[in-house]
Structures are given as C-alpha cells and as structure tokens.
C-alpha cells in the first residue's frame, strides 16, 4: 500500500561503505596494522559509560550455529542474540577481554548467518533482533572531550565500543536488506520511538557510527512508509533546535544526504508541508556558524526542490538574499557557489523575478574588498547560460552593476579583479553599447546627486535631533530614554 | 483629550512642526536600501515618533511598522526593542495596546533573539495595561501566539502567562491554564522546552491548589519528557516548586521525580540536578536533605561521566554548609568526606580543579582538628597535583585555611608548590600565580616572603613574555603598599635599579615601568635621592624606546617630586629631549613639559 505518491530515491552520493563492504576480521581489529594503530592512538575516544560497573560479565559460550541441525538454528539464533544483548565498558581496556572477544566473534557470525541464512527470520526473531539493537547502539552520547569541539579544526573523538558497535550496525543493516525481512512485521518493533532515539544518534562525533545511521535510516525511510512522516517532522526539529537553539549537532551533513533523496522522490505538485520545510528549515540553515560542514549537501537539497518546482526560485533566492553573509568572506564564496548552482537550472521567467534584488547583491560582492569574493562572483560572468539571461535583461542589469564595476575598475587593489572587472565591462559594452555609452556620461551627476541626497539626509537628522532636544529640555521627565 | 494633557504634542503643534517631518520622508528612511541606515533609523525611533506626536505615532508610523515587518532581524532586534519603550509617545497606558500589533507579528519571527526581546518587551508592557486592557487586548493576543500553527509563536506565548495571570478574572485565569497545559505537551519539542524553562515562573502565580493540581502534573510529565533536553529543564522548575509548596507535601509531590532526576540515564539530566544542588537543598528543607539529598549527592560525586562529577564538586562547600548543623559535622564525616578523598585522585583534571576551588572552605566548617586530621592530607595532595589549575585554586584559597589553622602547617608543601607554579611552561599559569602573591605575603609575613620568595618576585621582571613582566610590576607595587616604604628601600629597589645598566633595553624599560608603579607608594625621599638619578642618566641611552619611556617617566612622577628637583633636574633633561631625533622621543617629551607645566 502506498500512503502518498512520494517514492524514496538511492542516496545520491556513492552511499557509505558500511553497505558494500564486509567486515573482515582484520578490518574491525585495529591492532593489524602499524599505520592503523599509529592513528589511532593520536585519536581520543569516549563511549557513554555504564551504571553497573564492577561485576566481570560471564557468558556461557555456544556451539556455532552452522554446527547445529538446521531445525534447531532459529532457537540458538535468538540465544545469541540475547547474549550480545550484554553490553561491556570499553573504556577499561582491560576488563572482560575474553567475553569481549567472545561477543565480537558472535557478532561476526550473525552478521554471516543474516546475509546467507534463509528461514531464519521466523516471527519471534523480530522483536529480538531489535531489542539486541537497542541494547548496544541507545545510548545518551558523552560529552564533548574539548569544551568547543570545532569540527573543523579538531579531530573527532571516536567511539571507543566501536568494535562491536560496527558489527551491530552491520547486522541490522543485513538483517533490514535481507530478502525475507518484511516491514508488516517488523513496523511493530521499529516504531516512531525507535525512530527517535536512532535519530538522536546522528549527534555521534564519530564519522564512522554516523555513516552506518545514514544507511540504516535510509533503508527505514525506504521500507516503512508509516515513518515517513514523522521522520521528516523529527528531522525538521533536529535542524530547527540545530539553528535557533544550539548550533550544534554533528549530523547534519548526514541527514540532509538523506533529505536529497527523499526530495528527488516527492511527487508532484509539491505538498505544503514540503515547500514549508524549504523555506522555514533549509533557507535558514545558511545562517548557522558551521556552515562549511554541509553546504555541499545543502545546496543540492535546494537545487533538488527547484528542479522539482521552479515556482520556489523567487522565495529560495530571497530568502538566501535576507541571509547574505555580513561579516564571513568564507559563507560569502559558499552563497555565491549555490546561487550559480541555482541559476544553472533558472527558468527564464523566474529569472526576471528576483534579478533586481540578486544583481543588487552581486553589485555588492563584485565590489567587496575580499579578491576571493569579488573574483566568485566575477566568474558569473563566464557562465554562458547566466551570460544569455544577463544579456536578455541587460537593460535592467546593467544599470545596477555598472556604478560598482566603474569605480573598483579604477579603485581595486587586486590587479586580477581589476582585469576581471575590465571584461566584464567590455562585455556589457557589447550587449547594450546605447545604454553603456549614456551611463559612462552620467556616472558623475549620479554620484554627485547620490552625494546631495546623503547630505540632505543628515540634515533631516540633525533637524530631528535638535527637536528631541529642545523638547527633551523643555518637558523634562515626560519623555522617556 | 489625552493630547491636550501632553505637553509634547502641544509643542509639536505650537511650533509647526508637523508639517516639517512628513510621515512619508520618514518612512522613506526606513525603507531606506543600506541595511545599516534602516537600522540607524529604526535604533531612533523615538526620534521619529516624538516628531510625529502621539496620534499620528498611533494611527500612521505604528500600523506602517506593523504591515512592513519583513526585514534583517537586525533590524527586527532593535524595533521589538524600541517598541518596549514606547508607551509614554503613543500617548501612555491608556494606549498601550496600540503597540501590540507589531510586538505580535515580531512574537512570530523565527530568529530566536528577536523573538525573546519582542517577548521581554510584551511583558515590559503588559505592566502598564490596566485590568480591563489586559483582558480586552493583551490575554488574546496571549491566545492567539498560543495556538498558532508555527511553533514559534507558541514559544512565544509561553513567556507571557505569568504576566497576565496575577491580574485576570477567574474565566480567563481558568483559559490561561488551559493553555499553558496544551503547550507542555507540545507535538514540538522547541515548545515543550520553552513551557517547561517557564514552568517555575508559572507556578510562582497560580494559586497554591493549583499548583498542587495543575502544575505537579505537568511537571512530572515534562520531568519524564522523552528528550532529555525538556527533562533538564523540569529540574530548574523543581527548585520553585519545592519553594512553593508546604513541607509535608513534598515528599509526595516532588520527590519521586527529583529522585528520578538524580538518575537519569542522561548525563546531562543529571548534570543539571548537580548544578542545582544547593537551591533544591534550599528548597526542600533539612530533613529530606538528610534522608534523600545526602546519598544523591554521593551518587553525583561518584557518577560515571566527569561533567557530572565536576558540577557536584563544585558544589561541595555549599551543600556541607547548608546541611542542618545539629548533626552536620557526623554526615561530612562519614557520607561526604570519603568522596571528596577519592576526588582528589579522579582522573579527570576538571573534576580535580573543581573541587580545589572549594575544598578549603571545609575547614572553616569542620573546625581545626578535623582539618589538621582530615582535610590538610587532601591540601597537600592537592597542591602536588600534576595539573597547575589545581594547584593555583588551592593556593588562591589559603586565606580560609589561615583562619582554621594558620598558614604554617601548609608552608612546607606550598613553597614548592608556588616556585612550580612560578616557572611553569604555560605563562598564564605564571600570571596567575604572580595575582596570587599580594595575598600569599599577605597570610605568610615578611620574614617568610624575604627568605623564599622574593627572588621569584624579581626574577619575573626579566620574563621573556611582557604580560608577566607588566604583572610582576604591578605586584611589586602591592607588595609595597603592604610592607611599606622601608622594606621597598632595602629589598626592591636596589635590585630595580640595577637593572637600569642591563645590556637588554627590554629590561631597562622594565626598570623604568617598575619606577612609574612604585613612586606613589615609596613617597617623595625615595623617588627624588634614589630613582630619579637612575631615570635622567638613562635619558642619554642608545635606544629611542628606553627614551621616550624616559619622559613618560617624568611625567608620571614628576607629581611626587619637589619642585626644586623638577625645575633643576628634570626640565633640563626634558627640553634636551624635546629636540631629539626620534620624533616619538619629541613627542613625549613636549607632553611632559606640557602636563607637568614646565614650559
């Protein structure tokens, strides 16, 4: 049964590892190799930390399960999976060694017995595999180790129980991709609190746990259509505490991979809450310090929404002019990039639309003191098909450029921009040479006529000024400061 | 008839100024494209409106602000600030109202910092409605952001309950709790967050009954919230609860979800009841401290993750001092000290450092023999700790183990402690033990500082990074104002001058600042017979900088020398620096001539 129309596209980027390759034992052992180990003693680790400490665990090994009959092997696969329920302290390296060893060897046999085993998956085996799940990857994540972890600048601490924590991941992931798992019996287990909890996980610092959580939400959001919407309805509070609340959440790169496939599949038109969560969630994404860390998935969410509907382009492009970087030349370049992103893919009737604002700001970035900024937005002009839209409207554009492109070809320290500026110039010269030529000639009564209005402001001002004083002394204490 | 009571209207129309300021020019202003002229604009709009008078400020620039409400939150920022203001030039409280269109559209916005000024405005000026305006006009409005179909209205409206409630018939008392109830169980967790950090502030307003009926339940269930990020907040809530309601119902009411609290599987849960520690003790009175808040703080002491540690650390001194004094001593002795033991060894460096910062405040509470016993093996530990922020917050809390026990029992330990510190790699470490040495001269006597200390003092004078040179100065000068002008004669100053031959100019230069620090408070002799020699001979030194340091000099002391000496000495000196080759040198020069009149 098919809820809604929207289908659920493969992750646009070459999706993790975690999916394509198997875990081979000398891959989860960390000690194989010197290059490996070297980086990782250079690496902090953390690992949320356990109440019952103390007691050494005692588990009682089993036989293999491919040396039971196979009548009897759905019985020993759901005591395995009831044994690595138990969960050890990795932050004692020293404590329960053979257990530990024990239980990832376990791992690693039900990881094979998923992938290759049919008939396994009797009804019971269901809520089982999801408690095992649960049991070793919910977990409240520790604290940061440095204060202001920057993840730009610093390296993440990794997840010390990861040994195991990879082989559950596997697991789960085999055991949803498997040919006999079927989400009628399963969507009993993995409900919105299940959902929830994995969600809050994408807070992981470490890259590798967040892969694995792309994958697996992925596969849920493909597989149960009863979740879809309130996975997106939780993404939309992750991203909205993520902007206006704490500026922090290590995930979001990871989860707008997935936003990029869920919108390739939305069916059109396009439903309110989608083009809500457009403008009031993505738009304001931009704004958030650590933008450089998901621009490239961002971007292409929103190229994806207009591609779907070129009606959104006026209210994405205001919403990315209201937002313009004021201070950050680094955001700035970013900005620049996902505008040409969406003017690649304008429609011309859009363009017309919102060219007045955006060749305002462009006006602005040419002129920016910061050669970086001024030379990305420079590049416009070697675009052709941003070329052919400038040159159908070059009568309303060229007018706004012209007065910043005049002065910085005089002004600009950096000789490449000035050299820049000078094609561009010659290049209008081309397009509308009536309309250069009058503009050259006015340049100066233009400046000189912004100048007076300038003073007249002031004047305005000062007039204002002197009123509040003469009354601020005249009715003393009935103004209020 | 309002207008003709308001002396600034009148004047508006007695002076024809009306005609001068058109709404249109003004609006134009606002409207202007340069971001930051809108917001100059806007940051002057009481300009603006007094211009105007208060009815066109009512019926022209108000509705214009309320329709135009799409621009820079900057902007936004400054309007909802403004607009909080504003009540006097729309004509006072009988027209207040007219200012909340625009606070409620701005109540919407999703930039939390305008949202939260529009919210601190609105309550600004829901104190000058009068009862039938806040039912009239401010408690629909409450309504409306309180079943907005954005959740930021909603998180809005949960700041403004509390301000209408005290003042509203028994109807809308009834409608406000109602929806205060429907926000804390919230589809969005950004709304559940901002009902639940209002939650005490709530309380504080209603009725005791209700309290007990209302806000238990609500309190209970944001406290048992699925994100840990509510539940955090219910334990800042439970402090004004407990506050509020009578002792033989908190054991009832509050403390199972307290209990629940101190366990949460989150750390950041349990961080916050940590962090609250002292106000819930506060707040729920002796005898459940005893049987409940002692062992959870033990739990806190001994939690697994450090952040929780640290916090109950911190507060250590706090939660013994507060403890009911009839048998405080005995649950120290046996509950809390045991813990603190093993802090001193934790392996965390934050957890350490936050129980230096208090652990000597329990001696004043445990008296000298316990400390001698208990609490000086913990010091000393402390103060050999391999982090220096432990060993800095030991030392820069002696001053409550001198009153116990006196300083002397700690001096063997400390005095390596302190020449560590005092070479430590880090120069902040240095600087912040050099802050401390005022005080440690202070609790240790002259003789003590002149035998063991005092050649660190001096040797921070040539520290090859200027901070600690600047501090050590500065030091000089405190110790100076304590010991006095004869011991600065004998010990400090020689050693200060005769750097003034150093090879490096840096630390001539240091001479010179140690010379501006020190003639206050060394007085006229000293300063005129022995460092005033020192400063014109080095008026002739190679070095530009050494000179016009010079005649900073001179001008800075010049106040404390006789005028004899500032006429024969040092105006000569200045002039012939006046014409040097250095234009810096000339520079200060003419200044000093200049400030100490000897032009």
Known sequence: MVVHGDSCAPLHRAMSSAATTSPSVDKVDGFSRKSVRKAKQKRSQSSSQFRSQGKPIELTPLPLLKDVPAPEQPELFLKKLQQCCTVFDFMDTLSDLKMKEYKRSTLNELVDYVTVSRGYLTEQAYPEVVKMVSHNIFRTLPPSDSNEFDPEEDEPTLEASWPHLQLVYEFFIRFLESQEFQPSIAKKYIDQKFVLQLLELFDSEDPRERDYLKTVLHRIYGKFLGLRAFIRKQINNIFLRFVYETEHFNGVAELLEILGSIINGFALPLKAEHKQFLVKVLIPLHTVRSLSLFHAQLAY?????????????????????????KTCSQKEVMFLGELEEILDVIE?????????????????????????????ALYYWNNEYIMSLIEENSSVILPIMFASLYRISKEHWNPAIVALVYNVLKAFMEMNSTLFDELTATYKSDRQREKKKEKEREELWKKLEDLELKRGLRSDGIIPT | VADCCNPVSKMAGADGDDSLYP??????????????????????????????????????????LT????????????????????????????????????????????????????????????QEHSPVDLEVHFEPLVKRLASGDWFTSRTSACGLFSVCYPRVSSTVKAEIRQHFRTLCSDDTPMVRRAAA?????????????????????????????????????AVEACVSIATLLPQEDLETLVMPTLRQAAEDKSWRVRYMVADKFSELQKAVGPEITKNDLVPAFQNLLKDCEAEVRAAAANKVKEFCENLPEDNREQIIMTHILPCVKELVSDTNQHVKSALASVIMGLSTILGKDNTIEHLLPLFLAQLKDECPEVRLNIISNLDCVNEVIGIRQLSQSLLPAIVELAEDAKWRVRLAIIEYMPLLAGQLGVEFFDEKLNTLCMAWLIDHVYAIREAATCNLMKLVEKFGAEWAQNTIVPKVLGMANDPNYLHRMTTLFCINALSEACGQEITTKQMLPVVLKMSNDQVANVRFNVAKSLQKIGPVLDSNALQTEVKPVLEKLATDTDMDVKYFAQEAISVLALA
């Open chain 1, 348 to 376: 011309p009737t859009q363009f017309v639309k919102i060219q007045e604002p955006l060749f305002k700001q462009i006006s602005r970035c040419v002129s920016s003191p910061h050669f970086q900024v001024a030379e990305r």
């Open chain 2, 197 to 233: 950090s209002k939650l005490g502030e709530f309380a504080k307003v209603l009725e005791l009954d209700y309290v007990k009926s209302d806000i238990i339940s609500l309190f209970t269930a944001l406290a048992s919230d699925e994100q840990d990020s509510v539940r955090l907040l």
């Open chain 2, 23 to 64: 709404i249109a020019v003004l609006i134009d202003e606002l409207r202007n494209e340069d971001v930051q002229l809108r917001l100059n604009s806007i940051k002057k709009l009481s300009t603006i409106a007094l211009a105007l008078g208060v009815e066109r400020t009512r019926t022209e620039l108000l509705p214009f």
């Open chain 1, 301 to 325: 969410c929103i190229v994806q929404f207009l591609e779907k509907d070129p009606t959104l382009t006026e209210p994405v492009i205001r919403g990315l002019l209201k937002f313009w970087p």
């Open chain 2, 67 to 126: 329709d135009t409400i799409y621009d820079e939150d900057e902007v936004l920022l400054a309007l909802a600030e403004q607009l909080g203001n504003f009540t006097m030039l729309v004509g006072g409280p009988e027209y207040v109202h007219c200012l909340l269109p625009p606070l409620e559209s701005l109540a919407t916005v999703e930039e939390t910092v305008v949202r939260d000024k529009a919210v601190e405005s609105l309550r600004k000026i829901s």
